[in-house]
């Protein structure tokens, strides 16, 4: 816990800063929710905000090791962080703490643009604080694996896309039936078990990326 703990600050003082890196996120997932809002106005459901909080996960998860293996703190993490699921975890808290929390609590404010109305917003911002840790902890997994390749970007997306399908589609069913009045149970019950999957394997495979990756 000591560990954990010990991380989550450490990166949260990094991000404040460097608040512009921090800030990418979720200036983009509002500038393109006011932007669709604009130019289809207010067609969209809830399923476009999930579209949207994706891409937004994608393009801050590739840079969450990005400023420690440029800085050599990286291998020293690795090496002197014993166990390392904990640092790890704390790592991706703090960066899910600055990317996908504020994107889900500025979600109603998008499904107004998106929708026209806030109608089922507040089980959108749950399934989102559901499944945006669960984004960020596979979306970790493809970052260490390519981290040594100085372009990560690319490739980050097509690696962890296909594990990200099943999340955006529980995700933004569960937001549609809320706006419709149907069960979400069932939608939310299946966010919660690949969220519990999710932080019990994904450090694991994390630390094994990052070690595979710093040997080469």
Same mark, same amino acid.
């Given at each position: ?30 500038? =393109? ?18 579209? *949207? ?27 002197? #962080? ?35 109305? /806030? ?9 989102? *604080?559901?499944?945006?840790? /669960? ?12 981290? #040594?390749?100085?372009?990560?970007? *690319? ?12 999340? $955006? ?18 939608? $939310?019950?299946? *966010?919660? #078990?690949?969220? =519990? ?7 694991? #495979? ?11």
């Amino acid at each position: 816990m000591r560990l954990f703990l010990t991380q989550l600050r450490r990166d949260l003082l990094i991000a404040v800063r460097s608040r512009s890196d921090a800030a990418n996120p979720v200036v983009f997932f509002l500038l =393109a929710t006011l932007v669709l809002g604009l130019g289809t106005g207010s067609e969209l459901g809830p399923g476009a905000i999930w579209v *949207l909080a994706l891409f937004a996960n994608v393009l801050a998860v590739e840079g969450v090791f990005g400023r420690d293996h440029e800085e050599g703190t990286l291998e020293q993490l690795i090496v002197h #962080a014993r166990p390392l699921f904990p640092a790890v975890l704390g790592k991706l808290a703090a960066h899910w703490t600055l990317s996908g929390l504020p994107i889900a609590i500025l979600s109603p404010l998008g499904a107004l643009m998106l929708q026209g109305s /806030t109608a089922g917003a507040s089980i959108l911002v749950v399934t989102l *604080l559901i499944g945006t840790p /669960t984004l960020t902890l596979l979306g970790a997994i493809g970052a260490a694996l390519t981290i #040594a390749t100085g372009r990560s970007g *690319l490739l980050v997306a097509i690696l962890v896309m296909p594990f990200y399908v099943p999340v $955006l589609i529980f995700g933004a069913s569960a937001s549609a039936a809320a706006t419709t009045g149907d069960p979400t149970s069932f939608a $939310l019950l299946v *966010l919660g #078990a690949l969220l =519990a999957a999710s932080v019990t394997a994904a450090p694991f #495979a994390i630390g094994k990326a990052l070690a595979i990756s710093q040997e080469h």
